[in-house]
């Protein structure tokens, strides 16, 4: 599969996982999607999941980014106060609440921390 084959048929799963490769084409060769991360037409997120350069761009890929990498999650707290205009100031960092362990993560598509709160106030 080329990369505008590739582009195309991944461009809806932003950022996409190696489970969603797999189960679009059985037969992909991984070290095709090693070749694009070092050529630099693929980044690596965490966890196996992967994003196009150009996505990174994208306005509110960081909310999608934010959700999808660390599960369940939502995002809450400075960002979601800075997008309603609750706050004036900027927040540099994607702020989620979870049920599980507190993380922090700093990728090329910003910094997310995760804070974990108790099962009965997530939804």
């Keep these: 599969m080329?990369?505008?084959t590739f582009t195309q048929t991944f461009n809806e799963y932003l950022p996409l996982s190696v489970l969603q490769i797999k189960l679009q084409q059985r037969d992909f060769d991984m070290q095709q999607l090693y070749l694009r991360e070092?050529?630099?037409r693929?980044?690596?997120?965490?966890?196996g999941r992967r994003i196009h350069p150009?996505?990174?761009?994208?306005?509110?890929?960081?909310?999608m980014i934010a959700n999808n990498i660390y599960e369940p999650?939502?995002?809450?707290?400075?960002?979601a106060l800075r997008y309603y205009n609750l706050i004036p100031e900027g927040v540099s960092q994607y702020t989620s609440c979870t049920t599980k362990k507190t993380q922090t993560h700093?990728?090329?598509?910003?910094?997310?921390?995760?804070?974990s709160i108790a099962p009965r106030y997530y939804r």
């Excluded at 693929?42 to 966890?47: A, E, M, Y």
């Excluded at 999650?73 to 960002?79: E, F, G, M, T």
């Design 2 to 4: 080329n990369f505008r």
């Design 38 to 40: 070092r050529k630099g």
């Design 42 to 47: 693929l980044h690596s997120l965490i966890k």
């Design 54 to 63: 150009k996505a990174l761009q994208e306005i509110g890929i960081g909310a």
């Design 73 to 79: 999650s939502y995002l809450s707290l400075q960002r």
């Design 106 to 115: 700093n990728i090329p598509a910003g910094s997310f921390v995760y804070r």
